[in-house]
């Protein structure tokens, strides 16, 4: 039993290996590491902290989630107004990067046109959304498909019934993740200069 004890307890007291320190040192870089990857949702290029009464980013599962791409857009007035438009096109995805980047470089430029066929689901917390498979995205729209996603909200049955296929709604709204218009005053002008359509009135 003496012979035993003393194997076990000369095992124990054996140096560690400098490998092992080295790991040992760097597990608490690791975790932390690993944290802020699942928190940013691992390099997917979304902030740990959306603005306040913003919808949560849309997984497959809802129809508004865009394999290509999705984006918080915000529409803002008092109080401001936010969507997550989704881009199932990879040509449609890279157009809207394009349009954001051309923006910027226009410089003083604090939202775009973006949009989509209109369709209804009680699910989103606006009661609707713009077709992933259709979404669009511009610096200039002609004034017959000009709108804004307050005007929608009022009545996205008739929006949904009402509009040209080759020319979908858009409204003026500016992009918050993962892409951002860096200056955001002047924004809330944007959604006087989208009254409704005489398409649909408005209520």
Not at 6 to 19: D, G, H, Q, Y
Not at 45 to 51: C, D, E, I, Q, Y
Not at 55 to 79: F, H, I, R
Not at 120 to 140: M, Q, T, W
Request: net charge neutral.
């Amino acid at each position: 039993m003496l012979s035993i004890f003393r194997l076990e307890n000369s095992s124990r007291n054996k140096p560690v290996p400098e490998k092992s320190n080295r790991l040992i040192r760097l597990l608490p870089h690791l975790l932390v590491g690993l944290a802020c990857c699942l928190l940013s949702q691992c390099g997917g290029g979304f902030s740990t902290v959306l603005p306040p009464g913003s919808p949560a980013k849309p997984t497959p599962s809802d129809p508004w989630y865009g394999a290509a791409g999705n984006v918080l857009v915000q529409e803002s007035d008092s109080p401001p107004i936010y969507t997550w438009i989704g881009f199932n096109s990879q040509v449609s995805w890279q157009h809207y990067l394009a349009m954001v980047q051309q923006a910027k470089q226009m410089g003083g430029v604090t939202w775009i046109w973006m949009g989509g066929p209109v369709i209804v689901n009680s699910h989103n917390p606006l009661g609707f959304y713009f077709d992933p498979n259709k979404s669009d995205a511009e610096i200039v729209t002609p004034k017959v498909v000009q709108t804004s996603l307050f005007w929608i909200e009022q009545d996205p049955v008739c929006y949904s019934q009402n509009y040209s296929p080759g020319f979908p709604w858009y409204a003026p709204v500016a992009p918050i993740f993962p892409q951002t218009l860096s200056n955001m005053s002047g924004q809330s002008s944007a959604r006087a200069a989208a009254p409704p359509s005489d398409l649909c009135p408005g209520q």
